[in-house]
């Protein structure tokens, strides 16, 4: 986006060191990158009433839906200035037209992030977490879009090789809620993985990515 918008400066903000994020790319001039845990106290470097755009999205595993989350999104939407707008991305984590392992994995990946009652940070609630803030956001608007898992071309390999990493990543984590028996084991799990994303492809899975936007007042 920066080398889109050359007159457009872009601050970027993780936990993890630019390095980690961005591999080899090389920034362009008009973006810089910080290395800042979002669930702290901002840095001085995030000035409240200086950005006029506020994007953020795959932070599911991030955010608790309760208070804490309340608050952090308010900090948020202040770094806005009046008329700048906040957008937030995520998925749904329940699959449609899933097979029987597939949807064995997300909801290993539901009890994983730690969450009861279903209460998770993911695509359908992001409409909620902007309307909490009548006095700080106005024209809230949000919409979805189908994406297939596995399948349907392009968008299809990529969702398949974002939820590959991200799975591979938290294999010795889900084995504890999988119907997988003994202690975790790496070929096992990487078959049964393969075998669930080779259901999305015969199901014909898709997820539906929500997301919503507000301007600040």
């Not at 992030?113 to 809230?140: R, T």
């Amino acid at each position: 986006i920066a080398t889109e918008y050359p007159n457009a400066t872009f601050v970027g903000v993780d936990v993890l060191p630019v390095m980690a994020v961005m591999g080899q790319q090389k920034l362009p001039p008009n973006c810089e990158f910080k290395m800042v845990d979002i669930l702290q106290p901002f840095p001085p470097i995030l000035v409240p009433d200086s950005y006029d755009f506020i994007y953020q999205r795959f932070m599911f595993n991030i955010y608790d839906m309760n208070d804490s989350r309340k608050t952090k999104f308010r900090e948020i939407v202040k770094l806005l200035k009046p008329g700048g707008y906040v957008e937030l991305v995520e998925p749904d984590f329940v699959p449609r037209q899933a097979g029987p392992k597939y949807t064995a994995l997300c909801c290993s990946l539901i009890n994983l992030v730690g969450f009861e009652k279903n209460e998770i940070y993911h695509g359908p609630v992001v409409h909620q977490c902007l309307l909490e803030m009548p006095d700080l956001l106005q024209d809230i608007q949000t919409d979805y879009v189908s994406m297939p898992v596995c399948w349907g071309g392009y968008i299809g390999k990529m969702l398949y090789q974002f939820f590959d990493a991200l799975l591979r990543q938290l294999g010795p984590g889900l084995w504890l809620t999988l119907p997988l028996e003994g202690e975790y084991d790496e070929t096992v799990f990487l078959q049964y993985l393969d075998s669930a994303f080779d259901e999305c492809v015969e199901h014909r899975t898709y997820i539906n990515l929500h997301w919503t936007f507000g301007q600040r007042r």
